[in-house]
């Protein structure tokens, strides 16, 4: 989290010149009308979390640990399973937007400053919203099937699950 938010900050200097804002975007509460896909989620989200658990128990009890092709090997296979058990509890979006709000984003949307947004439900209708509303704006969500919002077109929208693998990748 802490890699994240460093990288932020200093996207976040770089965009001050332009005017462009950054809001985060995290899904609310489950919808019940989801519950059935909530479950199918949980569930590939523990099976993936055994199969990376496995993987690492493998890879440290191994004597090439240390070769540069195992490990590439590894952090591949690894990365893979560690992107699909990634689970947004209320704890863990509670400490997220903690986080920000300690190195300067709004709680709650604000159109003058950086800001983290916690939505009713899902993410999506308040992506579009600020995409619309805001279009000098980067946008990042933990929402899983972020995709592309037709309102949207003048902002940047990114998943923030994928972004913090694709930092933690570069390290």
Sequence with gaps: MEEL?????????NLKEESISICF????????????TNKRRAHCSFTAFKKARRL???????QD?????????FRQKFNKAAASWVRWFPDYKSII????????????FHPDRNCV????????????WLGDSFPLSMIFSN????????????????GLSQTFFSLYNSL
């Design 56 to 62: 690492a128990q493998v890879f440290f009890g191994k």
């Design 25 to 36: 975007v995290i899904d609310g509460e489950k919808l019940p009308a989801k519950q059935i």
């Design 143 to 158: 929402d899983g099937d972020l995709l592309a919002y037709p309102l949207a077109d003048h902002c940047v929208v990114c």
């Design 97 to 108: 937007t903690k986080a920000f709000c300690i190195r300067g984003f709004a709680n709650d």
């Design 117 to 128: 947004v916690v939505a009713p439900f899902e993410a999506d209708p308040v992506c579009v």
């Design 65 to 73: 640990k240390e070769h540069p092709q195992a490990v590439e090997a």
């Design 5 to 13: 938010a460093e990288e932020i900050l200093k996207m976040n200097h």
